[in-house]
C-alpha cells in the first residue's frame, strides 16, 4: 500500500486536503446497507470537502440498476453480478492522486511500485497530527510535486523517464492548464498524452480511478492481457494477448467495460 489510507477495527481513515486545508475523514460500516461518513476539519467546507471525496472513492452514489438488470444473464459475468450485485471499482479520492500512481506504477510491479509511492508520502507529502494524536500523511500537492528535482524522484527508485513525466504532469495539474475536475475530460487528456511518456493506459487509468469512468477500460494492463489470453484459448495459462484484443473482448459492454472487467478479474 502506499501508506495514506488506513484501517483499523472496521474502520477506514484517510487524510485529504480542501486546498492547504487537512481533513480527516473515517468510513465504517455497520450494517450491509448502512455506510456512515465523518468528517473532522477546521471548516465546515473541508469537511464536506472530504466527505464528497471519499464517497467517490467508495463509488456509494453509483446506480448500478441499468448495469445489472442488462448483463445479470451475461454468460460471462452474469455469475458474478449475481453473486456479488454491490461489487464496484474503488477509486481513488482526488484524481491527481491516481495520475501521479499511474505514472509511478508503469512498467514495474506492484511490490515496486508502492514501495515507491510509500516513499513520495513519507518524504514529500503532507502529514497531520489529529487531536487524539494519530499522525495521518497525503501525497503532496500537485504544486510540490511539480517543484521536486527529477533527480529525487529518482532517489525513490523511480525511472528517469518516469520522474520527468510524474513532475511534467504535475505541472500541468499545479498551473491550472489540465483541470482533472473539469467535466470535459477529454480535453485533459489530450494535453497529458503530449507528454512523453504518458500513453492510453496512464491515460486510462486516471479515467477509471481518478474520474470514474468505467468506458476507459485500462487495456494495457499486464492482468487484463493474461485474462483475455487465458479466456480466448481455452484455458492456456501461457497464453497473452495485445491490447487490441483486451479492447474488442470487453467492448459488448460499453459503457461498463472496466466494472465488467473487474467481475472478470475478481
Do not use: N
Not at 445489472?68 to 450485485?85: C, M
Not at 511500485?113 to 487524539?132: F, N, Q, T
Not at 511534467?168 to 475530460?185: F, I, K, T, Y
Amino acid at each position: 500500500m502506499d501508506g495514506v489510507l488506513r484501517r483499523r477495527a472496521g474502520v477506514l481513515e484517510r487524510l485529504l486536503h480542501h486546498e492547504h486545508e487537512p481533513v480527516r475523514v473515517r468510513v465504517c460500516q455497520p450494517a450491509p446497507d448502512t455506510v456512515l461518513f465523518g468528517a473532522l476539519a477546521a471548516s465546515r467546507w473541508a469537511a464536506a470537502h472530504g466527505i464528497e471525496r471519499m464517497r467517490f472513492a467508495l463509488a456509494v452514489d453509483e446506480d448500478l440498476d441499468s448495469f445489472r438488470k442488462r448483463f445479470e444473464r451475461d454468460p460471462l459475468i452474469g455469475s458474478s453480478l449475481r453473486r456479488r450485485p454491490w461489487l464496484r471499482v474503488t477509486r481513488r479520492p482526488e484524481p491527481f492522486e491516481a495520475l501521479a500512481w499511474a505514472v509511478c506504477e508503469q512498467l514495474i510491479e506492484f511490490e515496486r511500485a508502492a514501495a515507491i509511492e510509500r516513499r513520495v508520502v513519507y518524504r514529500l507529502g503532507r502529514s497531520w497530527r489529529s487531536p487524539d494524536g494519530t499522525l495521518l500523511r497525503d501525497l503532496p500537492s500537485a504544486a510540490t510535486l511539480a517543484a521536486v528535482a527529477p533527480a529525487r524522484l529518482e532517489s525513490f527508485d523511480l525511472a528517469g523517464a518516469r520522474a520527468l513525466a510524474l513532475r511534467r504532469v504535475a505541472r500541468e495539474v499545479a498551473s491550472g492548464r489540465v483541470d482533472l475536475h473539469h467535466p470535459d475530460h477529454e480535453r485533459g487528456w489530450a494535453r497529458l498524452r503530449a507528454i512523453p511518456h504518458v500513453g492510453a493506459w496512464t491515460v486510462e487509468m486516471l479515467a477509471l480511478y481518478g474520474q470514474g469512468r468505467h468506458d476507459q477500460l485500462p487495456a494495457g494492463d499486464v492482468g487484463l492481457l493474461k485474462l483475455v489470453g487465458r479466456m480466448l484459448s481455452g484455458g492456456d495459462p501461457k497464453a497473452r494477448v495485445g491490447e487490441r484484443e483486451v479492447r474488442a473482448f470487453f467492448a459488448p459492454y460499453g459503457r461498463w467495460a472496466a466494472l465488467a472487467a473487474a467481475h472478470l478479474i475478481g
